[in-house]
C-alpha cells in the first residue's frame, strides 16, 4: 500500500486526483510534491483531457500544514504546486467539500474551475493566525471577485458558505447529488472551452478612499494586530501590477509575519485549544440529550440558551412562579437576541420554545434529564441544599453540575449520595457568549462523569479545559494574583484609571478595576472575608477595594465603585482618590510614579507566577491551558498568546530574575519553579 497522499486514478480520459492526508488534508510537503507530480502525469499523458481535485476524509483542503510553519522551508513551495496546476492546458475542476480554508482555498483557486458541496464552506482565515494568504491568495482573490469582497475575506478571515461563494463568484456551481459525479459531468462539459486562468487577469482597479476606510476601521476592530492592515496594504500595492509582480509582494509580507511574534502566539494559542481536549484518564462520555438547570438568573438563562441553541432539551426549574417567570423571560429574550443576530431562524425558535424547552418549580421535574446545572447564588450552604434536592429525585447516572466560580466542588458532592456523578461547569458572563467553561474534577468524580462534562462542553461549541478542585480553579485563581499586584501599584502611586488604561494598552478589553465594576466589587470582598482567616500574614493586604464596598458601592449594580455609572457612560469616581490617599497615609506609603510598562510589566509577571504556581500545584494540565483560559475568559489579548506562552517567549531565566527584584516587596512575588512552563510543552508535542 502506497502512503503517498496524494493519488491519480484513471476514469476514462479524466484524471481524479485525490488527497488523503488526515485529519484535515493540511498541505504538507509530500502533498505539494505528490500535486507537482500529479500535474506533471495530467500534462504527458495524452490520454487524459482535464482532472478533477478532490479530497477524502471529512473535508477538502484545510489549509498549509501549520506544523510546518516554524521549520525550513522545504520545496515545492504550495506557490509551485500552485502553479503547476494553474498552467496545464487542460482543465482542472477543484471538488470542494468541508472547510476550503486557506491555502486549501488558494489551491482551488488555482484550478481552472470549483465546484462545491451545498454544506461546504470555503475562507481565507489567514489573520487568524497572524499571517496572510501567502499562496496567492491575495493576488488570486481580488483577480476573481474584486477588490471590496476579498478585502472582506481576508482581513475578517470569516467563512463564507457555499451559497454566497457562488453569488460571489469564488464557486461555479454547487454539487447536485454525488459531488464527484456531478464534477466529472461539469469538466466534461467543459473540455474544449478556453481555460479560465485568474492569474492572468488583470488586477482590479482600488478605490484608495475605500482602502483608507477600511484600514482604519480594521485597525480599530483589532488594535494592536499586524495582518489585517498588512494584507490590506498588500492588495493596495498590488493594484497595477502583474500577477508575479503582485505575488513578490505577497510572498514578502508572508514571510515577515510568519516569523512574527504575533503569528507565533496566535499559532500556539491554536494548538493550545486543540490540546485541551487531551485529558490523560478521562472516561467515556455518557448519554446527552436532556439538560436540567436549576436558576435562571443571569447565569442560569445564559447557560440555558447555550443548550438549546446547540439542540439540546432543557427542563428549567426556579423556586416559584414569579422566579421562573423571569427566568423563561430572560432565556427568551436570548433567543430573540439569537434571531435578530441571524444565529437562528424565527421558525426554529419558536419550535425550540415550543418543544425543547420546559419549565417547573419542582425538582422532581429533573427526574429524566441527563445531566442537570445547577446556577443559583454562589453560596456553598444554598448549593448544598440544591444539590441534597437533586440528589433525591435525579436518576441513576445522572450528572450533576455546580457552575461555581470559587467554591469546593468536593464539598458540595459530599453532602449527595454519589459524589462521582458530581462536577464543576464553570461558565463565563454572558454564558451564551462566552467560549470558556472551566470543568472542575474533584478527585471524587468519576472520569465517565467528567468525560461527560467535555461532551456537554464541546458540544456547546464552547472550550472546555480540566482543573483540579481548588479554590479559584485556574482562571479566578491568576485573577486574584494579578489582582493583588493591580491594588499594590494603586497603593503605591498609580490610579485605577492609568493601571486600566495601561491594561487597554497591553491589547486587553478592558481595565482589572473597571471588571471588576462590571462583575460587583461585593464578589471579591465576599471571597476576602470568606478567606481572611488562612490568610498568610506575611501578605500585603490593600483594603482600598474593602473601603469602597464598605460604602455600597459595588461597581456598575450600584451606580458607583471605581468608576461612576451614568447611562452608557463611565468616568472616573473621584471620590476614589480619597480613599487611595488615606490608605497610603495610614501605611505611611509616598506615592509614586509607575509608567504604563511598569504596570504591564507587574502585572504580565503576576499572572506567569501564580500560573506556574498552578501548573505546580497540578491544577492545571499544561501551561497551554493556562492560556486558553486568560485568552478566552478574562480578555487577554489572543495575539499575545496567553501569560504562559508570553514567558516562554521572554525566556524563563528572566522571568525569574524579574520576580526576584520585586520578592522583597511581598509574597505576591515568591517564584514558583517555572521549568514546568517547557515542560507542558514537551505534553503537547
Ligand atoms: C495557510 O493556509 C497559509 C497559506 O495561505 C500559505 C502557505 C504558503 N495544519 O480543529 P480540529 C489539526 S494557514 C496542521 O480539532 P475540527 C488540528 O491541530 C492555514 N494541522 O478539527 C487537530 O489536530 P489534533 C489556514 C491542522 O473538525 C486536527 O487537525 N487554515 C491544521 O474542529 C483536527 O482539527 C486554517 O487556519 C493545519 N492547517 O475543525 C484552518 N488544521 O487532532 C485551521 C487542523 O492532533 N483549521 N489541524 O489535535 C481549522 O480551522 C479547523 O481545524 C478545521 C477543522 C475547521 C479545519
Known amino acids: 500500500m502506497s502512503d503517498d497522499p496524494v493519488r491519480l486514478d484513471l476514469r476514462g480520459d479524466i484524471a481524479v486526483v485525490t488527497i488523503d492526508n488526515p485529519p484535515v488534508n493540511a498541505l504538507g510537503q509530500a502533498v505539494r510534491a505528490g500535486l507537482v507530480r500529479a500535474a506533471e502525469r495530467i500534462a504527458q499523458d495524452a490520454a487524459i483531457r482535464g482532472a478533477v481535485l478532490v479530497c477524502a476524509g471529512r473535508t477538502f483542503v484545510a489549509g498549509a500544514d501549520i506544523t510546518e510553519f516554524g521549520k525550513p522551508p522545504a520545496p515545492p513551495s504550495l506557490r509551485d504546486s500552485n502553479a503547476a496546476l494553474e498552467s496545464l492546458d487542460k482543465p482542472v475542476v477543484a471538488v ?236 427568551d429574550g436570548l433567543l430573540d437576541e439569537a434571531v435578530k443576530r441571524g444565529k437562528l431562524s424565527a421558525e426554529d425558535r419558536a419550535a425550540m420554545a415550543a418543544t425543547r424547552l420546559t419549565t417547573a418549580v419542582v425538582m422532581a421535574a429533573l427526574g429524566d434529564a441527563d445531566l442537570i446545572i445547577e446556577a443559583v447564588f454562589e453560596s456553598l450552604p444554598v448549593k448544598q441544599e440544591v444539590f441534597r434536592a437533586l440528589d433525591r429525585v435525579a436518576r441513576p447516572g445522572a450528572v450533576l453540575a455546580t457552575n461555581t466560580s470559587y467554591l469546593d466542588v468536593a464539598a458540595i458532592a459530599a453532602v449527595t449520595s454519589r459524589p462521582g456523578d458530581v462536577i464543576g461547569l464553570h461558565f463565563f458572563s454572558p454564558a451564551h457568549i462566552m467560549k470558556l467553561v472551566e470543568i472542575v474534577a474533584p478527585s471524587s468524580a468519576d472520569p465517565d462523569a467528567v468525560a461527560t462534562g467535555f461532551a456537554l462542553v464541546k458540544r456547546l461549541g464552547k472550550l472546555g479545559v480540566w482543573t483540579a478542585n481548588a479554590e479559584g480553579f485556574i482562571g479566578n485563581r491568576i485573577l486574584s494574583a494579578y489582582r493583588r499586584a493591580a491594588d499594590q501599584m494603586v497603593e503605591d502611586g498609580a490610579t485605577p ?116 504556581w498552578i501548573l505546580e500545584d497540578g491544577v492545571a494540565l499544561r501551561a497551554g491551558d493556562i492560556d486558553v483560559v486568560m485568552v478566552n475568559g478574562y480578555g487577554f489579548p489572543r495575539w499575545r498568546g496567553g501569560p504562559m506562552h508570553a514567558a516562554e517567549a521572554r525566556g524563563l531565566a528572566q522571568v525569574k530574575a524579574e520576580l526576584e527584584t520585586l520578592r522583597h516587596e511581598d509574597t505576591l512575588w515568591r517564584a514558583a519553579p517555572l521549568q514546568r512552563l517547557s515542560n507542558g510543552k514537551d505534553v503537547e508535542a
Open 96 to 331: 470542494l467539500h468541508g472547510t476550503a480554508l486557506g491555502g486549501g482555498l488558494e489551491l482551488a483557486l488555482s484550478c481552472h474551475y470549483r465546484v462545491i458541496d451545498s454544506a461546504g464552506v470555503v475562507g481565507l482565515p489567514e489573520v487568524t493566525l497572524g499571517i496572510i494568504p501567502g499562496a496567492g491568495g491575495t493576488q488570486r482573490l481580488p483577480r476573481l471577485i474584486g477588490v471590496a469582497p476579498a478585502l472582506d475575506i481576508i482581513t475578517s478571515g470569516r467563512r463564507v458558505t457555499g451559497e454566497e461563494a457562488l453569488r460571489l463568484g469564488i464557486a461555479d456551481a454547487i454539487a447536485q447529488g454525488d459531488r464527484l459525479a456531478f464534477a466529472l459531468a461539469f469538466l466534461r462539459a467543459r473540455f474544449d472551452h478556453p481555460l479560465p486562468r485568474v492569474s492572468k487577469r488583470p488586477f482590479p482597479v482600488t478605490d484608495p478612499e475605500a482602502i483608507l476606510a477600511l484600514r482604519a476601521a480594521v485597525t480599530k476592530k483589532s488594535p494592536g494586530q499586524v495582518a489585517p492592515a498588512r494584507a490590506i496594504d498588500v492588495i493596495a500595492a498590488s493594484a497595477g501590477r502583474d500577477f508575479a509582480e503582485g505575488q513578490a509582494l505577497e510572498q514578502e509580507a508572508f514571510e515577515a509575519l510568519r516569523a512574527s511574534p504575533q503569528s507565533k502566539a496566535l499559532r500556539h494559542i491554536f494548538f493550545a485549544e486543540r490540546a485541551i481536549a487531551k485529558v490523560p484518564g478521562l472516561g467515556t462520555a455518557r448519554a446527552l440529550a436532556r439538560i436540567g438547570l436549576v436558576g435562571g438568573g443571569l447565569m442560569g438563562a445564559g447557560i440555558g440558551t447555550a443548550c438549546l441553541l446547540a439542540g439540546l432539551s432543557v427542563c428549567l426549574v426556579e423556586r416559584d412562579a414569579t422566579a421562573l417567570a423571569a427566568g423563561r423571560d430572560r432565556i
Open 497 to 612: 484609571w492609568a493601571v486600566d488604561a495601561a491594561f487597554r494598552d497591553f491589547g486587553f478589553t478592558m481595565g482589572v478595576f473597571a471588571m471588576q465594576d462590571m462583575a460587583g466589587l461585593d464578589i471579591g470582598w465576599a471571597t476576602r472575608q470568606r478567606l481572611a482567616p488562612t490568610r498568610d500574614p506575611a501578605e500585603r493586604y490593600v483594603a482600598i477595594s474593602d473601603r469602597l464596598c464598605e460604602r455600597g458601592w459595588f461597581g456598575r449594580k450600584t451606580g458607583r465603585g471605581y468608576y461612576i455609572y451614568k447611562g452608557a457612560g463611565a468616568t472616573p469616581n473621584p471620590e476614589v482618590d480619597a480613599i487611595i490617599a488615606a490608605e497610603r497615609q495610614a501605611k505611611g506609603i509616598k506615592a509614586r510614579a509607575f509608567t504604563s510598562a511598569e504596570i504591564q510589566n507587574r502585572v504580565l509577571l503576576a499572572m506567569i507566577n501564580e500560573g506556574a
